[in-house]
């Protein structure tokens, strides 16, 4: 596996739409070396989710380039190298909660004992064991979105896409929930790419924080974010988490995101 998990250079995408072309990414220059967790932050329409559909390959680049473990995002994907949580936890009412993680692995035709395991093991990596036989009408939306990080883990990728996945939920639940996303990365070794509105989540949960600006969506800066990997929700009463806090938000100013 190469060090260099996602590689874009001078990437761009123009969406063609009835009443015209909407520039969405220009000329984006990044590297995500393995291990790392990178947020991306920005205003609304800065690119951010359309950032990550292309190196899922849910969108195509119009110009640049990009790798995704060496390989283009359609390979990639083909090789199930990632695992994607969206904003809303998407579980399919009528299955249990075993029945939606088990999902990915039923597709890729794992026997049952192997979907078995695995299952207990990603709903005890999100603290949900012993949820199996429920069904997702019964459990709160944080534990929904827990049931959903689990399903994208199922399969064991090297790397995490998460679009905003708890913007939804209160902010004693994000808090939580980001102190469990922390550990379950320090614990795995993942590579994440999370999309977020939130400064204090940004600065919490990253190893390096991509600061974008909206039309069109480019890379304003890049800040690095260097807190041991098993920071605990304290440090962000300290002097450095406010610093790197304060410079995220003038990041966005500049980038003119909130005229
Ligand atoms: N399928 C599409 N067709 C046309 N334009 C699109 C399409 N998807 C997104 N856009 C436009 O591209 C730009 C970037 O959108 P994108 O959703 O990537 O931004 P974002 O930063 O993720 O926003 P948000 O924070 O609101 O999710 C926006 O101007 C959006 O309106």
Redo the contacts with the bound molecule.
Sequence with gaps: MPDTVIQASNLSLT?G?ADGA?Q?LSGIDLAIERGEFVSLI??????????LRVIADLETATSGSITVNGVSPHEARLKRSYGYVFQAPALYPWRTIAGNVGLPLEIMGHSREDRRERVAKNLALVNLEGFERKFPWQLSGGMQQRASIARALSFDPDLLLMD?PFGALDEIVRDKLNEQLLRLWDLTRKTVVF?T?SIPEAVFLSTRIVV?SPRP?RIHEIIPCDFPRDRTLDIRETPEFLAIANRVRQGLREGHSYD
């Excluded at 920005?42 to 950032?51: A, E, H, N, Q, V």
């Design positions: 969406y739409s909407v969405a920005g205003p609304s329409g800065c690119g951010k989710t359309t950032l905003e999309v509105h974008m969506g």
